[in-house]
């Protein structure tokens, strides 16, 4: 089974700082993997699929890049609705699909 | 829009079997996509646990497989899941979502414990 491996595992940051959270998949997965962002209480919500193209609806601050197996997923401007945790996933074996363990990111 | 409810009891007991409810609207499930369930333990990731397609097709975690049954009824539009033998371990927020690779939307979730 593909495993994805994040890091950091959490990260502390200010408001209108720049972020960068890494995703590493154990093996080619092309650019078949997605971020999630999840705030405490609710599901997680698509930010971004295919590795870079930025879901409706998503400020423009996000953006992913990556292919193969190193993925990142950088928040340009830190606004407070961004303090969550993020989750990537890969679907190069859909309909079986794996997370990252998660990065939880926290106001400093 | 889509939507989706997860149903089922909040508390199931050692050893036995827990059996939560999809229910879907604004969407026919025979429109195709695969439907599936995902669960995280309190404070802890998420962990995929099946995926099915309307024709009944399915696909497993393979950590999972051997106590876990997914199904479809799609004249309820509804799918389900049923994990046998359940531990402590299997107490989390369980979630019922629409596979397009993308897993979109999301239910809400329900919050299953495991206790005598």
């Known amino acids: 089974a593909i495993q994805l491996t994040q890091s950091p595992s959490s990260l502390s940051a200010s408001v209108g700082d720049s972020v960068t959270i890494t995703c590493r998949a154990s093996?080619?997965?092309?650019?078949?993997l997605a971020w999630y962002q999840q705030t405490p209480g609710k599901p997680p919500k698509v930010l971004i699929y295919?590795?870079?193209i930025v879901n409706g609806g998503v400020p423009s601050r996000f953006s992913g890049s990556g292919s193969g197996t190193d993925f990142t997923l950088t928040i340009s401007g830190l606004q407070p609705e961004d303090f969550a945790t993020y989750y990537c996933q890969q679907f190069h074996t859909y309909p079986s699909i794996t997370f990252g363990q998660g990065t939880r990111l926290d106001i400093k | 829009q889509v939507q989706l409810q997860e149903s089922g009891p909040g508390q199931v007991k050692p050893s036995e079997t827990l059996s939560l409810t999809c229910s879907v609207s604004?969407?026919?499930?025979?429109?195709?996509?695969?439907w599936g369930w995902i669960r995280q333990p309190p404070g802890e990731g998420l962990e995929w646990i099946a995926s099915v397609y309307h024709s009944g097709a399915t696909f497993y975690n393979p950590s999972l497989k051997s106590r876990v049954t997914i199904s479809v009824d799609t004249t309820k539009n509804q799918f389900s899941l049923k994990l046998t033998s359940v531990t402590a371990a299997d107490t989390a927020m369980y979630y019922c979502?629409?596979?397009?690779?993308?897993?979109?939307?999301w239910g809400l979730g329900t919050l299953v414990i495991v206790s005598s």
């Open positions: 295919d590795a870079s």
């Open positions: 604004g969407y026919s499930i025979s429109g195709g996509y695969y």
């Open positions: 093996q080619d997965i092309t650019t078949s």
């Open positions: 979502a629409r596979q397009m690779a993308i897993s979109d939307p």
